[in-house]
């Protein structure tokens, strides 16, 4: 008897249902590929690159470890160099001219430690949550909180674009390059970045542009500061200069905006989750929040020393425009030093311009519930990139009009910021504690410590600045 298999009727349809078969293959993977997305494929190409790294690094140490690290560092370091922003250099640039070195060096180094708090507990919700900050508030907390923290970011992040293209004219005009150039090449470069279609070249290409923070460095040294006592202010903390205490502490709170804002709980929470990251990956994205602090904490003491002369010789900074602050440091520190500080202010503008811009379009995306990553090209996600390039363009435009206040418009922004956060540290902290969103991940005992501390001296400096504001002469003022 034939076998059922050489059965001819059996043969003649074997070409027919192995054809039907790899039919129904090709629609089940033409189905896939329909689900999966550009920024599917990327993400995923970006975690095979980390998965063969540490495979490599466990046979070849430390080799692969650091390719490990090089591969997931990124949004720490570009949250704290982008917070060194045009403003927040000029902050501490004011605040070394106007009280040199003592109280407000060691506190600069408080303000990147409460950064680090604040910012750890960031990166644990995006590893673990793998949604932006903007989606979860509104998932957690319902449309009203929603629309507060939306309302109160967008106002921020909007005031604090204009500053970083205020910063970046001001860096220009040092070597007289007209507005209208300057802030045209800058949104020529804010486009080129973030429109790459690939997270990791626009990180790459952002974090390239942000180490060029390391200019104030140079420029310090040729200030020829007297280090012993910068130690002496290190290890033993002055008290509070002499002068008004509402201007002392104006200042506390824009040196504080200069390093804790809201927009840097949304930019990292929604780079963390753009760039894949795991709860796995914790560790190096603790030691990239670490790194990204210490680096920018130097550059800002670097800038507050540079200025220091400005303060020996009497020469007050309340008034300086455009270039001015780098043009009353050459006497002191040379036309080298005053190019470095002018090019410094010129790459903090930038490189905040690009992060900021990148927070809120983050923000909207999640929001509205639309293509919200770096990964996506530009005709997948354009409310996305429209957003981005929008606020960049709005911003840049108000910055054109002449006899702009540049200090004042500065230093109000950090305190506006600071003014902010209380708000967003709560939610913060009431997020890091849901045991919904983040199971074994949630804030111990100590994390919770360290963030209330942080909430509370935010809203114990912003309630003593009202206090010196309106009563002057009870805080002898």
Request: aromatic share 10%.
């Amino acid at each position: 008897m034939d076998h059922p298999q050489d059965n001819p009727e059996t043969v003649r349809r074997r070409p027919a249902d192995a054809s039907i078969e790899l039919a129904r293959v090709a629609v089940a993977e033409r189905d896939l590929t329909d689900l999966l997305t550009h920024e599917d494929i990327d993400r995923a190409q970006d975690r095979w690159k980390v998965a063969t790294a540490r495979v490599e690094g466990k046979r070849v140490m430390p080799f692969g470890g650091l390719r490990v690290l090089w591969l997931l560092v990124g949004p720490g370091i570009l949250v704290f160099l982008g917070e060194n922003d045009a403003p927040s250099m000029l902050s501490y640039a004011a605040t070394g001219s106007r009280f040199g070195v003592g109280f407000f060096v060691p506190f600069i180094v408080l303000t990147f430690l409460m950064g680090f708090i604040v910012q750890e507990m960031t990166v644990r919700l995006g590893a673990v949550a793998h949604r932006g900050h903007a989606e979860l508030i509104f998932d957690r907390f319902g449309p009203f909180w929603g629309f507060f923290t939306m309302a109160d970011l967008v106002l921020g992040n909007f005031l604090t674009l204009v500053t970083e293209f205020i910063g970046v004219r001001a860096g220009l005009s040092f070597f007289g390059i007209p507005p209208s150039v300057a802030i045209g090449g800058t949104l020529i470069v804010v486009a080129a970045a973030i429109t790459t279609g690939r997270y990791w070249t626009w990180e790459r290409i952002t974090m390239g542009l942000a180490i060029f923070n390391v200019l104030f460095v140079p420029a310090a040294l040729l200030a020829h500061p007297a280090w012993a006592q910068v130690g002496h202010a290190l290890l033993h903390w002055t008290p509070l200069p002499q002068g008004s205490k509402s201007d002392i502490l104006f200042l506390i709170l824009a040196d504080i905006g200069a390093t804790v804002t809201p927009w840097m709980l949304f930019f990292q929470q929604s780079t963390v989750v753009d760039k894949g990251l795991q709860p796995r990956d914790l560790s190096a994205g603790r030691l990239d929040t670490l790194l990204g602090a210490l680096l920018a904490s130097v550059f800002a003491i670097a800038a507050v020393l540079a200025t220091v002369p400005l303060f020996h010789h009497g020469i007050r900074a309340g008034e300086f425009q455009a270039a001015q602050f780098a043009q009353a440091l050459e006497p002191w520190i040379g036309h080298a030093g005053s190019a470095l500080f002018a090019l410094g202010i010129f790459e903090a503008g930038i490189v905040a311009a690009i992060a900021i811009s990148t927070s809120s379009a983050y923000a909207f995306g999640e929001v509205l519930h639309t293509g919200h990553s770096l990964n996506r090209p530009l005709r997948e996600a354009w409310p996305f990139y429209s957003i981005l390039l929008g606020s960049a363009c709005l911003a840049a435009g108000l910055v054109l009009i002449p006899n702009a206040p540049l200090e004042f418009i500065i230093l109000m922004v950090n305190v506006i910021a600071v003014l902010a956060m209380p708000p967003a540290l709560t939610l913060l902290l009431l997020l890091v504690n849901d045991d919904e969103v983040m199971g074994n991940y949630a804030n111990g005992r100590w994390a919770n410590v360290a963030g209330v501390a942080v909430t509370v001296l935010l809203v114990c400096a912003g309630l003593g600045y009202g206090l010196a504001t309106v009563f002057p002469r009870l805080l002898g003022g």
